[in-house]
């Protein structure tokens, strides 16, 4: 088995979001690596596992199953699989966090059109 490291920046996605898909890389977890703008974040979703955020830098609003939770930067946040939920941004930094799904492959379903 070869390990080698793998740059951020070669991960699928763009400036705000990248996107690690575990089982492309022998993993058994996924993840995002965020860095969100003051105000944006993600809409109204839902997972078959628990999806666990790490927020490094910033501050966030996220909605879990219609409750408001607001969480800083050091801490982390454990949303249980089924749960709906979304987040936004919401100091006035960027937020930078990781999010981390409890699978090999994400499943994601959008709730919000």
């Known amino acids: 088995m ?4 793998i740059p951020v920046a070669d991960l699928e996605g763009n400036k705000v979001a990248r996107r690690f ?11 995002f690596v965020g860095r969100f703008p003051p ?3 993600a809409k109204l ?3 078959p596992y628990d999806e666990t955020f790490v927020l490094e830098e910033g501050s966030a609003t ?5 409750a408001t939770v607001e969480a800083q930067a050091g801490t982390i946040l454990v949303v249980p ?8 941004s919401s ?13 090999g492959r994400m499943v994601q379903e959008w709730l919000d059109d």
């Open 45 to 47: 979703h839902r997972h």
């Open 2 to 5: 070869t390990i080698r490291p």
């Open 39 to 41: 105000g944006t974040g």
């Open 62 to 66: 996220f909605t879990v199953d219609g």
């Open 81 to 88: 699989a089924g749960a709906a939920h979304g987040f936004v």
């Open 21 to 31: 898909e575990g089982a492309d890389h022998g993993a058994t977890i996924s993840l």
């Open 91 to 103: 100091g006035e930094v960027h937020l930078r966090q990781i999010s981390i799904h409890a699978a």
